[in-house]
């Protein structure tokens, strides 16, 4: 588990995809205080698994579904990333609640300053935009941040200076895939909400044994 609170920015050093899957190397710096082979890093909130280390960096196994799922194949040698170890058991909670799982990717539509922030307009599939609400939470790159408008098919976030000085977030041009990770609460809710549907479906009305079997 993250909060979506970067700790630096790392660089990949390595990136080999074999058909689908691969590794890849990635130079950092705070991220390797405390961490051992097995540990999870967070790369632009992918949650990946640390097989080795190394002086200066570490190297992590990427599977066929996170290369389907996030913007990891547009990736090159070279490029900079947010990275952030998972939550310790006594650590803030600064963000909020991220799996390190991606649900798929945006593109960024616009990028235009106001004052002493900048927002940053994404589009994405409606699939995504059903679990994106006002005020709520989005991860974007491994980043925690407030959805301050929503619309069909984007939604717009406001950067302040710390986040932009801190990640790689102010890089992003128009045109350019980011990861995106929905909050997980909503995913549940419309889980459920989609298990009632298919049990009305089934009956006339609520009934006694459905209000018991979700214990109301």
Same mark, same amino acid.
């Given at each position: 588990?993250?909060?979506?609170?970067?700790?630096?920015?790392?660089?990949?050093?390595?990136?080999?995809?074999?058909?689908?899957?691969? #590794?890849?190397?990635?130079?950092?710096?705070?991220? %390797?205080?405390?961490?051992?082979? &097995?540990?999870?890093?967070?790369?632009?909130?992918?949650?990946?698994?640390?097989?080795?280390?190394?002086?200066?960096?570490?190297?992590?196994?990427?599977?066929?579904?996170?290369?389907?799922?996030?913007?990891?194949?547009?990736?090159?040698?070279?490029?900079?990333?947010?990275?952030?170890?998972?939550?310790?058991?006594?650590? #803030?909670? +600064?963000?909020?609640?991220?799996? &390190? @799982?991606?649900? +798929?990717?945006?593109?960024?539509?616009?990028? #235009?300053?106001?004052?002493?922030?900048?927002?940053?307009?994404?589009?994405?599939?409606?699939?995504?935009?059903?679990?994106?609400?006002?005020?709520?939470?989005?991860?974007?790159?491994?980043?925690? %941040?407030?959805?301050?408008?929503?619309?069909?098919?984007?939604?717009?976030?406001?950067?302040?200076? @710390?986040? &932009?000085?801190?990640?790689?977030? %102010?890089? #992003?041009?128009?045109?350019?895939?980011?990861?995106?990770?929905?909050?997980?609460?909503?995913?549940?809710?419309?889980?459920? %909400?989609?298990?009632?549907?298919?049990?009305?479906?089934?009956?006339? &009305?609520?009934?006694?044994?459905?209000?018991?079997?979700?214990?109301?």
């Amino acid at each position: 588990m993250f909060t979506g609170i970067v700790e630096e920015v790392g660089t990949i050093k390595e990136l080999s995809l074999s058909g689908k899957s691969g #590794r890849l190397r990635i130079q950092a710096s705070r991220v %390797l205080e405390g961490t051992k082979p &097995g540990d999870s890093i967070a790369v632009n909130g992918i949650c990946l698994t640390v097989t080795e280390l190394q002086k200066d960096s570490f190297t992590a196994d990427v599977m066929a579904e996170t290369v389907r799922r996030s913007g990891l194949k547009n990736y090159s040698a070279g490029n900079q990333v947010n990275l952030e170890r998972a939550m310790a058991a006594d650590g #803030r909670f +600064g963000g909020h609640m991220v799996a &390190g @799982h991606i649900d +798929g990717t945006g593109t960024v539509i616009e990028k #235009r300053r106001e004052e002493n922030a900048v927002w940053l307009t994404v589009s994405a599939p409606m699939d995504i935009m059903e679990l994106i609400v006002e005020k709520g939470s989005i991860c974007i790159d491994g980043i925690s %941040l407030t959805v301050a408008a929503v619309s069909k098919m984007e939604f717009c976030v406001s950067i302040i200076p @710390h986040t &932009g000085s801190e990640t790689t977030l %102010l890089n #992003r041009n128009k045109g350019e895939i980011v990861n995106l990770e929905t909050d997980i609460v909503g995913k549940y809710i419309k889980k459920l %909400l989609g298990i009632q549907t298919e049990e009305k479906k089934k009956t006339s &009305g609520i009934t006694m044994e459905f209000l018991e079997e979700y214990g109301i």
